[in-house]
């Protein structure tokens, strides 16, 4: 079993930055993609990025683009999104996830067998 503990997050002004982590226990995640979902009040959860095994190649869903990166640090089986010039939109719970290993597409919630307990992430003046 693998356990994804999230931290970071909470309240930031429009413009401000937050960066979150994910640190995972139990079995290491350095051998999988890893990927950030969002899920705002009333929607449904979102594909915000994912990151590859060895983090060489990272892709981040349009609307963030140029404004959030995602990284990780194998030797701590630790993932980071650094959320930088931060909008109201952006408001939602934050979940990191580790992928099934089959699936051959990233962008979908079963894609995704371990999740993390979520962060709260508000944007607002």
Not at 24 to 45: H, N, V
Not at 56 to 71: E, M
């Amino acid at each position: 079993q693998v356990q994804l503990v999230q931290s970071g997050g909470g309240w930031v002004q429009p413009g401000g930055s937050l960066r979150l982590s994910c640190a995972a226990s139990g079995r290491t995640i350095s051998t999988y993609t890893m990927g950030w979902f969002r899920q705002a009040p009333g929607k449904e959860r979102d594909w915000v990025g994912s990151i590859t095994r060895s983090g060489a190649n990272t892709l981040v869903t349009d609307s963030v683009k140029g404004r959030f990166t995602i990284s990780r640090d194998n030797a701590k089986d630790t993932v980071y999104l650094q959320m930088n010039s931060l909008k109201p939109e952006d408001t939602a719970v934050y979940y990191c996830a580790r992928h099934n290993g089959y699936s051959v597409t990233y962008i979908n919630t079963n894609d995704y067998a371990y999740w993390g307990q979520g962060t709260q992430v508000t944007v607002s003046s």
